[in-house]
Structure formats: C-alpha cells, structure tokens
C-alpha cells in the first residue's frame, strides 16, 4: 500500500522550460470544436511556473524574462489574459485545462473588435495535484488549499505587478490585461493580489470622495475606481466568503455616504462566479471548512446598504461557505441564457456602453413609476449570446465589486469553465479604456462641480 501510495504522486514540474516556455498555437477547430473554419491566427502563449513553496521553479527566471518579453514586442495594442489553473492541474502539456485557455484565447482573437489587438495567453502553472490514484486524490482538499494560499503569497506578486507594469506601462494605457483563476487557481490569485486591489479600491474610492487632494497609486485614473489591469475573474473560487467581506463592506459604506460617488461607466474589477452546478464548492467545500474551524470562534454583525437593506453577515457561515455562494452578498442575479440559439464561430462586438445604457434604462422605469431614480436594479440581455444580467440593488449600480450564481448552461459544473459564451461575457464587461477612461473623466468634473 504504502509503495502504491509514493507512486501515485503526481509530477512535480516544471514542464515548460527553455523553448517551451513560450507556444505559439493555430485558431483552428482542433482546438476550438465549435469554430466551423480554421483561421489563421498563431495565438502566443507564455508559461511561468511557481513551486510549492511559491518561488519561481529552481529560481530560475527565465520563464518570467520570456513572458515579459512577449508581451512587450511588437507595435499592435496587447489583449493579455493570465489564467491560473484550479486542482488537479498543470502546465503539463496534455494537461486539459491547457487546451481550455487556448480555446478561450481563439474566441476573444476572433472578435471582430479585437483584429486590431494581439491576444496573448499568460498560463501559471502549479503543482494542482499531488496524488493521482482515483479516491486519493480528493483527499489533498486541505494540502491544495494551503498549496495555493503559499503560491500566491510568494513570487507570483512580483510576476504579477512586473506584468501589469509592462502591459500598462500608465494608467492611460490602451492595452488591455485580464485575470482568470478557477478553483483553487482563484486562492492563488486572490492571495496574490488580492490585497492590492482592496487597497486600490480604497484609495480611488477616498479620492471620489474627498474635496482635499488624496493619494493616488499606479494606475489610478481619474473618475474611476481601478483594481489590477482591468478585470480579474474568479471562477468558482475555493475561497471562504469571509475573505470577500472587507471588500464589500468597505465599498459600501463609501457608496452608502454617497450613493452617486461611481461613475455610471465603471467597470468592474473583481467578479466572482459560481457555477449552481459545482457541487465542489457548494457541497464539498463546507463540509471541509466545518470540519478544519471547529475550535474557531465567530460573531454576527448587520450591514445597512446605500438603499437601506439590512444584511446579517454571520461570521460561522461566511468561513464555511466559499464566497459566491452566500445570498446576502450577491450583487447579481444568477446569470442565465435568454436563448439558446446556436453558436456561430465568433463573439459578437463588444458594447462598450452597455452598463451606462442599461442604469440610464432603469433610471427611466423608476421615473416612470415615481421611485427615487437610482438605477440600481438595472438589468439587460446581450446581443449574440443572450445573456441576462440582471443587478439585485443591493449594492449601487456600477459597484466594482460582483458576486453573482451562473446557471449550468453558460458553466455546467466546477470545471466547465470555457464555454464560448462565457467567454464572450468576460470580453463585453472588460470594458474598453477607450470609452471608460474618458466616461472617468467626465464623472469627475461633475463631481468637482457638485462639491
């Protein structure tokens, strides 16, 4: 048994080194089985890989140097996406969630919007598994987790804040940079820069608020509340909702101050989904977090929100439940298909004031019926994919911060997570910075006007 146990360990890495540090990969059906034609397009993709103790694999910088290098080169505005895989996962190259982000890159360089920009792939790989006999390896719940939370607390921050520097050498920058991490690649991401993007979220938020000057901090842009690059996504994230509380009760009482502080042009800048189909966090990550906090000790608070709801945050169930599974703190409805008309090969155009549209939509149904026009509550469908996103008005309209339930259409289940409408989502809510950083700008000098 014992011999069974050391060989069922899984590899350890680095499997990307030397040349095989950067891919270069065809947009063609084999690896996208919903395009009806090959195109093409050679998508680059760079890997860097940290060990379990969250340092670069052997010190060695070499992967970093090349994913540095790449997403410098070249004149051509840059699209970069940074994925970081969940459990059970590697940088191996059979790996499947490899063949997933190559997927999803093809879907966002096929947008029409996109031709004029360079997509490129960012893949951190990890060691998401250490065991790999069938029942054994669900048994490394509490290892991975710990795992993850070292990674994203070592050498990644460093890579992470160099890559952001490159892609948007100012806060003005055209170039786009979004994160995506599933599973526990999402504790990796969170701890990783997770308190960078309170911190950000904070200072703009001080500084909208404020009539006296405030800090700034490196991609601060006037109007808005920034966070890292311009949108990071966790996607089913293994990560207990107390962790997400701080960024929603901070915000809250700023926009409870004042409930127009926002432009109506924000984007988002951290969005949490979770799959109803998951039954890893919905099921299995409770039970795991009840049984590893038994000796913990918890307290109760009420949260009044800018519209006078009363949420009770207890701090028991928070620590059991992963953060996009907690009704209180939805932002959003559960996001749902309005159609399923069949799949075309590309994403539609991105519209790039669809959230101004949609607030200003409801602000006139409020009107309407003689209510406070707020805008909260504003809902829309998008074109081609016929998505739904409805907003719950718990929080002001254009909060930086979502949380919201998917239905198992658009994420079937805990790793389903590259379907192409999804990913046509996360492209439309990214925001251009073409329109959002003037939109800034404006909401600015009105608020300047009003103080």
């Avoid at 001080?206 to 991609?219: D, M």
């Avoid at 700008?441 to 009003?450: M, N, P, V």
Wanted: charged share 20%; net charge neutral.
């Amino acid at each position: 048994m014992f011999a069974m146990t050391l060989s069922s360990c899984a590899g350890q890495g680095p499997y990307r080194v030397r040349n095989d540090a950067v891919e270069y990969f065809p947009a063609d059906t084999s690896h996208c089985p919903k395009l009806p034609t090959s195109s093409p397009l050679r998508i680059p993709i760079a890997y860097v890989e940290i060990d379990e103790q969250g340092a670069f694999h052997y010190q060695d910088r070499d992967q970093v140097q090349q994913a540095l290098a790449l997403v410098a080169e070249g004149t051509r505005p840059k699209y970069v996406v940074v994925f970081v895989h969940g459990w059970f996962h590697s940088a191996a190259k059979d790996d499947a969630n490899v063949a997933a982000f190559k997927r999803a890159l093809n879907y966002l360089q096929c947008i029409d919007d996109n031709a004029g920009e360079e997509v490129v792939g960012i893949y951190i790989g990890w060691r998401g598994e250490s065991w790999t006999l069938p029942v054994l390896r669900f048994a490394t719940f509490w290892d991975r987790k710990n795992t993850s939370e070292e990674i994203g607390r070592g050498s990644l921050v460093e890579f992470l804040m160099r890559l952001e520097a490159t892609v948007k050498p100012n806060p003005a920058s055209l170039n786009k940079l979004m994160v995506v991490g599933h599973s526990f690649g999402a504790s990796v991401v969170f701890n990783s820069i997770g308190q960078i993007l309170l911190a950000r979220f904070l200072l703009d938020a001080e500084k909208l608020a404020s009539v006296e000057p405030r800090p700034s901090h490196a991609q601060t842009k006037p109007g808005l509340v920034s966070g890292y690059g311009d949108l990071v996504v966790l996607v089913n994230p293994a990560i207990e909702a107390t962790r997400i509380v701080p960024f929603f009760t901070a915000l809250n009482d700023y926009t409870a101050k004042s409930p127009d502080l926002l432009s109506p042009a924000q984007p988002p800048r951290l969005v949490i989904l979770s799959s109803q189909g998951d039954s890893a966090t919905r099921r299995t990550f409770p039970i795991a977090r009840a049984v590893a906090t038994t000796l913990e000790s918890y307290q109760n608070a009420q949260v009044r929100t800018p519209y006078g709801q009363e949420i009770e945050l207890r701090e028991r169930y928070l620590d059991w439940q992963t953060m996009g599974n907690v009704e209180g703190l939805l932002t959003h409805e559960p996001l749902r298909k309005k159609s399923t008309a069949p799949w075309d090969g590309t994403c539609p155009p991105a519209q790039p004031e669809w959230l101004k549209a949609a607030i200003e939509a409801r602000k006139g149904e409020q009107r309407r019926m003689g209510e406070r026009e707020t805008g909260a509550g504003w809902s829309t469908v998008f074109d081609g994919t016929s998505i739904g996103l409805k907003h719950r008005g718990v929080t002001t309209p254009s909060n930086p911060l979502w949380l919201m339930p998917v239905g198992t259409e658009l994420i079937p289940n805990h790793s389903g997570i590259t379907d192409s409408d999804i990913i046509c989502f996360f492209n439309t809510i990214l925001g251009d910075p073409k329109v959002t950083n003037p939109e800034g700008q404006r909401h600015l000098d009105r608020l300047r006007r009003s103080k």
